[in-house]
């Protein structure tokens, strides 16, 4: 099959084309600049950020390009600069897929289109979802916003929501508490039971490749995960026993981390580390029947091997 990437040139852009190659398709990494090189892609680079003006033949066209969190956003409208990528660039997509006669596009949504919290157990794809922030608020316009026109335009419209996305070259919060399991550095979270649901990025780009090229029928949405949901104090044990170090835990009481985020006006930082957010991901698996090949314990171990070869 011949398939079209947005975002390709990012964290899971960059799996998902290599996953796709590997088993054999055709694909076409839509970027807007020249990068150092996508493994088994063709790059098309665009003039535009939201594919005003894409035009490429494919017969599925994979959407991972999208505006995330923004440190000291200073958009004037940042709602609006949300909605100008990841709504209407989406449909963007999706116009130019009709255009070329494609029968399938593949959104990559974020459980942040259901909310920052769970409601008292996993989430469930019919759950009723309560996002919270621009990001998340506008996953979840495109993911209607789609499923609209892909009725309209007999085209069918896959809508996969991950939770966490690790692996190697991972960033952010992931890549900071790798770094603290690495030096050491005590954390206050032994106490900590708390689950929340992970993927790794192979497993993402495994499921991606999985709904982009399966022949039967696929439409609708579907959460991906490990399948194996860590507590945060788990999460640490495994990172330690990749770095073969001892995990440095101290069971502080959940209440008085919190009491110490009010205090230090790190409150959304302590909830994501003290609340639970798990993803039901059973419809995936027993509904279209795949397997994530990689088990969150040889997932975190690749990450780690990944970071201890990129500081030699």
């Not at 449909?91 to 029968?103: P, S």
């Not at 026993?241 to 502080?252: E, G, T």
């Amino acid at each position: 099959m011949r398939i079209a990437v947005t975002g390709a040139n990012g964290f899971v852009g960059r799996a998902t084309c290599a996953a796709l190659a590997d088993a054999g398709h055709d694909v076409t990494a839509l970027v807007r600049r020249p990068s150092n090189g996508i493994v088994g892609a063709y790059e098309h680079v665009i003039a535009d950020d939201n594919f005003a003006s894409l035009a490429v033949d494919a017969d599925a066209f994979v959407l991972l390009a999208a505006r995330v969190h923004v440190m000291r956003d200073t958009s004037a409208d940042p709602l609006a600069e949300y909605r100008r990528i990841n709504v209407e660039g989406s449909l963007n997509v999706v116009r130019a897929a009709v255009r070329a006669g494609a029968k399938r596009i593949v959104f990559v949504s974020s459980v942040k289109a259901l909310g920052e919290g769970e409601p008292g157990r996993p989430w469930r794809e019919d759950d009723p979802p309560t996002p919270s922030d621009p990001y998340g608020i506008t996953k979840l316009e495109a993911e209607k916003a789609l499923a609209v026109l892909g009725d309209q335009n007999n085209i069918e419209v896959v809508i996969l929501r991950p939770p966490l996305v690790y692996g190697p070259g991972v960033k952010a919060n992931f890549e900071q508490l790798v770094r603290a399991v690495e030096r050491r550095v005590p954390l206050p979270l032994g106490a900590i039971d708390a689950r929340r649901s992970m993927v790794y990025v192979g497993n993402l780009a495994d499921a991606i490749r999985f709904v982009a090229t399966r022949a039967e029928p696929t439409n609708g949405v579907f959460h991906v995960t490990d399948g194996d949901d860590l507590s945060v104090a788990q999460m640490i044990r495994a990172l330690a026993q990749a770095f073969d170090k001892p995990a440095r835990l101290l069971p502080v009481p959940a209440s008085w981390l919190r009491a110490a985020g009010a205090l230090t006006g790190r409150s959304a930082q302590v909830d994501r580390l003290t609340s639970p957010l798990r993803m039901d991901s059973t419809r995936l698996r027993t509904g279209l029947g795949w397997r994530p090949p990689t088990t969150a314990a040889e997932g975190i171990a690749l990450t780690v091997r990944a970071f201890q070869e990129a500081r030699r």
